[in-house]
């Protein structure tokens, strides 16, 4: 950044530099590159900088996968049983770099049931991508981000010998 020297350590802070990505596909290229200062110091310092950045493109995909229930299955009072979770919507949309969403082996509502009192169960729960060795992928999005979670109860019969 040639200029005055007053100017031109404001000007570091200030400086905007864009390369445009429009037409670009995926892989990796070279981006031409747009340096732009403030209109009141734009012409009294000068940008001296690369003409191009390389960059990495990635694809982004979409998957629906179907959302599996993790939750306590001791936490019963005696005599009851959980019924199979329903959970709303089925299916959520895993959205990411096409090599991260390719990972995801499962999407889990992790639902925390420990404390509630052993008794039926309707609230919304977040929802996670993980991989084969059950470890969340992070840097996905999933479409919801939450669902809601029944689990109910039903009586089973008691046994006497």
Do not use: W
Request: no cysteine; net charge positive.
């Amino acid at each position: 950044l040639p200029g005055p020297a007053s100017l031109v350590d404001e000007a570091r802070t200030r400086i905007r530099a864009t390369a445009d990505a429009t037409t670009a596909r995926p892989g990796k290229i070279f981006l031409p590159i747009a340096y732009s200062l403030p209109s009141d110091i734009a012409g009294l310092v000068q940008i001296d900088g690369p003409a191009t950045v390389e960059a990495t493109l990635e694809t982004k995909v979409e998957r629906p996968l179907k959302v599996e229930v993790l939750y306590d299955q001791s936490a019963t009072p005696p005599g009851y049983e959980f019924r199979t979770p329903v959970v709303r919507p089925e299916r959520v949309t895993v959205v990411g770099r096409e090599r991260d969403v390719r990972r995801v082996a499962q999407v889990v509502a992790l639902l925390d049931n420990a404390d509630d009192g052993a008794g039926a169960i309707n609230r919304d729960v977040p929802v996670a991508a993980q991989d084969d060795r059950q470890q969340e992928i992070r840097g996905l999005e999933l479409r919801p981000a939450r669902v809601r979670v029944l689990l109910g109860l039903r009586k089973v019969a008691a046994a006497k010998t």
